[in-house]
């Protein structure tokens, strides 16, 4: 075949976002919305990059390489993170404008990375490719889009290098017709390890939340680098909403630290507090799952917990007034929302419990769209790291991504 479409979904951070940073635990799921990248082979050494969301169309030629850059020949097990300096030769031989974004860039960037260093590890140097990237989610809100797309470039390019073979396939109809597949857990996380080397050129030095969540997706639990998947949690549905206002991470989390630094013993129990709320929280989740979805009770306890959360953040100084009027509009209609991820902008999600009349939704819908928010109703835990075959009405699958 000479495609090969893969698709990784985005996440979101429940509960724990900034006490994470203090060795408290955090909650993150996949979500419902996916990026997509399809890789097709070309007869020639070129690579033709198309990602429309961040306006970029590029052409390189594949046989780029850069000494210092050193994952050793064949062991394609054991990839080794970009250096600063390989990361500046590498945007100098990208050959793109020198008013690129930092989007572009950096996608840029990591696609040569991954592409160089897999080459490499492979028995035969990698082809020219078309790649198209095409996401459903909002790029830079913090709900995992960078996350998403390295996940599918690990995935596509292993795939590719034939260093991972789906073998487990999964069909969505009765007949035979086979749709999508995933790989075995081992190649998942050769996946998983991949991703992280092209997460932290995009981000310096970032958790591993992200792209544990976007490779296997369902749900984690996090704590101090440890991962552990959680297999109790329910498919939710949630309400997104983008505030649209653009927030830096590494100021909100460093502006938390000041405070940190100076109320340690006013500060330090608010994380404790907000560590108190996760692990309530992952309890309700698998007493849920116990219930079959349906208990009043153990909803209205998630929809507080949201609440008790998001006071806390407040206190921390992460909410911004168009999350809290986002919190204001869900309250009118008896809904709870949370911000998500580091705050001072960004993103918000409201929980949607199952008995909620349908017309209170489309009205805090439409209520959000005409103050200027973005929305989408979604489910957490969306599937994780997978390949397409032929088109399902599961999958948005763009135009043009369809496997040949
Ligand atoms: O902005 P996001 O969604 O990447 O989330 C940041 C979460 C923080 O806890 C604030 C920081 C971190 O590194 O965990």
Request: aromatic content about 6%; glycine content about 8%.
């Amino acid at each position: 075949m000479r495609r090969i479409t893969v698709s990784a979904p985005g996440k979101v951070i429940l509960h724990g976002e900034h006490a994470v940073v203090y060795g408290k635990k955090a909650l993150a799921a996949s979500l419902n919305l996916r990026t997509y990248m399809s890789v097709t082979k070309r007869g020639d050494n070129l690579i033709n990059l198309h990602f429309p969301d961040i306006e970029l169309k590029l052409s390189l030629p594949c046989g780029i390489d850069v000494s210092g850059n050193n994952t050793k020949n064949g062991d394609v097990t054991s990839p080794i993170p970009a250096s600063d300096d390989v990361i500046e030769t590498l945007k100098k031989l990208s050959g793109l404008d020198v008013d690129a974004s930092q989007s572009q860039t950096l996608a840029v960037v990591s696609f040569l990375y991954v592409y160089t260093e897999i080459s490499k590890a492979s028995k035969s140097p990698l082809p020219g490719i078309d790649v198209g990237v095409q996401s459903e989610l909002p790029i830079g809100a913090g709900l995992g889009s960078s996350a998403s797309y390295s996940v599918c470039l690990a995935a596509a390019l292993l795939q590719l290098g034939s260093h991972i073979n789906e073998s487990k396939f999964s069909s969505n109809t009765e007949t035979d017709t086979l749709y999508q597949s995933s790989w075995t857990h081992n190649e998942t996380e050769l996946i998983k390890k991949w991703s992280y080397i092209s997460e932290k050129i995009m981000h310096g030095n970032p958790s591993g939340v992200d792209n544990s969540v976007t490779t296997f997706g369902g749900a984690i639990e996090f704590r101090k680098g440890n991962i552990t998947n959680l297999s109790q949690m329910p498919e939710i549905k949630i309400l997104l909403v983008n505030t649209k206002v653009p927030r830096s991470t590494k100021t909100l989390v460093s502006n938390v630290r000041t405070k940190y630094d100076k109320y340690v013993d006013v500060i330090g129990p608010i994380m404790d507090a907000i560590d108190a709320v996760t692990t309530r929280s992952i309890d309700t989740y698998s007493n849920l799952l116990d219930n079959g979805h349906s208990s009043p009770s153990l909803y209205k306890d998630l929809g507080e917990l949201i609440d008790i959360n998001q006071g806390l953040l407040r206190t921390l100084g992460v909410s911004h007034s168009r999350l809290d009027r986002v919190c204001e509009v869900t309250a009118a209609l008896g809904l709870h929302a949370k911000l998500t991820g580091a705050g001072g902008g960004g993103c918000a999600f409201c929980l949607i419990t199952p008995g909620t009349p349908k017309a209170d939704v489309k009205e805090v819908m439409s209520q959000l769209r005409a103050e200027g928010f973005e929305c989408w109703k979604t489910n957490i835990c969306g599937q994780g790291v997978i390949r397409h075959w032929t088109h399902s009405e599961h999958y948005n699958i763009p135009p043009g991504f369809l496997p040949e």
